[in-house]
């Protein structure tokens, strides 16, 4: 089945910096990848999500990058805010989702 | 749009007794459901993926006789807990989509935390 890896499991950024987190897939027909947004004891928000016909989709301070030939994907969040700390979890979808292990964000002001 | 609701947020319970969740898609009609556990600081883990009118698919290691899913309409899914015990405590997550397709968005629950004395 689909395996996916997130690196790395915590981040600290000064606000205003960048933060990018990174996942790997193991899967190449997994054709949906989904990033979630999760405070604690909340349910996961989507923030955005990108298909494999689309290699970069953007919205506002957050991007996302698909690498289909190495089956990778990145978030990048600009600007960061100290509302953006939170846990950050990626997933990949061929019929069902699987979710990365997350990355915890903290942004200190 | 596209709400999803779970029943009860929050349950605590004896051991060895049962113990039901809903999910409701309030405002949609949800072909697909999907039931994930949470343990603390982890990642979510798939349990079930459930299809209206048919039966769910268990992942790997996820016992069917002791999470009992019922999909019975395209707006609600039921996960029950049977003969729950301590280590079924978990935050209880379902989520649910629209058609089959599996580029279409998951809609996510708000969660149940369940607590087994």
């Known amino acids: 089945g689909e395996n996916v890896e997130q690196h790395p499991s915590t981040l600290s950024v000064q606000e205003g910096d960048s933060a990018v987190i990174k996942c790997t897939y193991s899967?190449?027909?997994?054709?949906?990848f989904p990033w979630y947004k999760q405070e604690l004891g909340k349910r996961p928000q989507l923030i955005i999500d990108?298909?494999?016909?689309?290699g970069e989709k953007k919205d506002q301070r957050i991007a996302v990058t698909l690498n289909k030939t190495a089956k990778h994907f990145s978030l990048h969040i600009t600007e960061t805010q100290p509302e953006d700390s939170a846990v950050y979890f990626c997933?990949?979808?061929?019929?069902?989702?699987?979710f990365g292990a997350g990355t915890r964000l903290t942004v200190k002001p | 749009g596209a709400v999803v609701s779970q029943h009860p947020s929050w349950v605590i319970c004896k051991s060895g007794t049962s113990v039901k969740i809903e999910c409701r898609s309030l405002?949609?009609?949800?072909?697909?459901m999907f039931w994930y556990r949470q343990f603390p600081k982890q990642s979510l883990m798939l349990m079930a993926t459930?299809?209206?009118?048919?039966?769910?698919?268990?992942e790997q290691g996820v016992e069917k006789d002791k999470f009992l899913i019922n999909h019975a309409s395209l707006t609600l899914s039921t996960l029950t807990v049977t003969s729950a015990h301590p280590e079924d405590s978990s935050f209880y997550i379902c989520?649910?989509?629209?058609?089959?397709?599996?580029?279409?968005?998951?809609?996510f629950g708000p969660g149940t935390r369940l607590t087994v004395l």
């Open positions: 989520s649910a989509r629209v058609s089959e397709t599996s580029t279409d968005t998951q809609y």
């Open positions: 899967d190449s027909a997994s054709n949906y």
């Open positions: 990108i298909r494999s016909n689309v």
């Open positions: 997933a990949a979808s061929i019929n069902d989702m699987r």
């Open positions: 405002d949609f009609q949800a072909t697909t």
């Open positions: 459930s299809n209206e009118g048919s039966k769910a698919t268990y």
